[in-house]
Structure formats: C-alpha cells, structure tokens
C-alpha cells in the first residue's frame, strides 16, 4: 500500500465533536477573553486558515494551549462525543488489510480512550496527545521516530488547514477530510495529496 502508516488527527476527523466545540467555545472566550463565534458566522469562519481565525477571534498563538487545555477538560466532563458514522468500520478495514494506525491530537488520550472502545483501541498503535495546534509537525516527527517509518512511508489525515501545514513540515503526506472543522472547500485549495469526501472512502488508504 501507497501509505503503511496512517496517522489520524481526532476532533473532527475521527471524532464528531464540532458541534460540542460551538456550544463550548462561548463559554472559553467569556472565561480567556477572545471573541466568540457568532452562529451566523460559523460557516463563513470555517472557510479560513487555521492562525487566520484565531486573528478573527482574537486569540494570540501563545493563550491557544491554555484555551485547548480548558476545552480538554470541558469534555473530559461532559458525555462522550461519537465518531462519526462508519469510523469504526473504516479503521478495521484499514488494520484487515495491514496498515499501522495512529492518532495524533490536541485533545487528551484520555478523552480519545473515552470515545473509541477498547477493541477498536487495540488496532491502534500509537497514541499521542496534548499537541500543540500549531505545533503538530513536532509530534509527527516524534511519532515517525517511535514507528521507526519514513516520512514517505505515512500520511496525516486531518481536517484543518494547520494539519495540512504541519505534515508538509516534516515531508509526510497530508489526507484532508470533508466532514470536520475546516471548510471542505478551504483544504481543497491546500493541495492535499489525498481528499476524501465520505468516510468510507478512507477505504483507498489501502490502495497500492
């Protein structure tokens, strides 16, 4: 297969957590003093780059980790958010035909252990969490490094435009979703090496 390894971001990749995202985020900019995201300006927000929204909300890059921190324990206090429909299913095919899987998040790995049962879990190889949104690039090499894999050898699959930057970074390719937090419309302009526009068609992972 073209990608051996295949590295998953979770919000909005794996995980449906979006809408618990827009119902917290009035609460975080109240409590960190950024500006909230109107609901008729979601779909518009969507549409810009990662470090472009967080200039429209006024949030600096160095308060993003505490804000991320608050989230974290926003959800680790509220019910699990589920994947979406068909992740489960995709990610056993994927392990069935032989890919090494990992997830790489801003969320905790707890709140991912949360969410993913512990059989789906044990086809998961690697884990990381607490990442950086800015910052992935670094835990992408780190996660190569312990997968002893090349960067060609591995694909990020996420659903921001940050995702996509951190993966050129460090020379892996970049899988971009059309189902999470970014606009589709926005990660197509990214020249992403892969885009799927359903879940099932994660399936072409397995593709030679």
């Not at 971001?9 to 609460?27: C, E, M, N, R």
């Not at 060609?152 to 189902?179: K, L, N, P, T």
């Amino acid at each position: 297969m073209r990608y051996p390894l295949v590295i998953f971001d979770f919000d909005g990749t794996l995980a449906d957590s979006f809408p618990f995202f827009v119902k917290a985020q009035h609460a975080l900019a109240d409590r960190h003093g950024f500006t909230a995201i109107a609901e008729d300006r979601v779909d518009a927000l969507r549409r810009l780059g990662t470090r472009e929204l967080m200039r429209e909300v006024n949030l600096p890059a160095w308060k993003a980790p505490i804000v991320a921190a608050d989230f974290i324990r926003m959800m680790r206090g509220a019910p699990p958010v589920p994947l979406f429909p068909g992740v489960a299913e995709v990610l056993r095919q994927l392990r069935d035909g032989g890919a090494r899987l990992a997830i790489l998040t801003s969320n905790s790995v707890e709140n991912v252990r949360r969410v993913i049962d512990a059989e789906l879990l044990g086809a998961i190889e690697l884990i990381d969490g607490g990442a950086h949104m800015l910052g992935k690039h670094r835990r992408i090499a780190r996660m190569l490094k312990e997968a002893r894999a090349a960067a060609s050898e591995a694909i990020y699959v996420g659903d921001q435009v940050s995702d996509g930057e951190a993966a050129r970074r460090v020379g892996v390719a970049f899988g971009a979703v059309g189902w999470g937090y970014a606009h589709a419309d926005t990660l197509r302009t990214m020249g992403a090496e892969e885009f799927f526009e359903s879940v099932p068609e994660l399936g072409r992972l397995l593709a030679p």
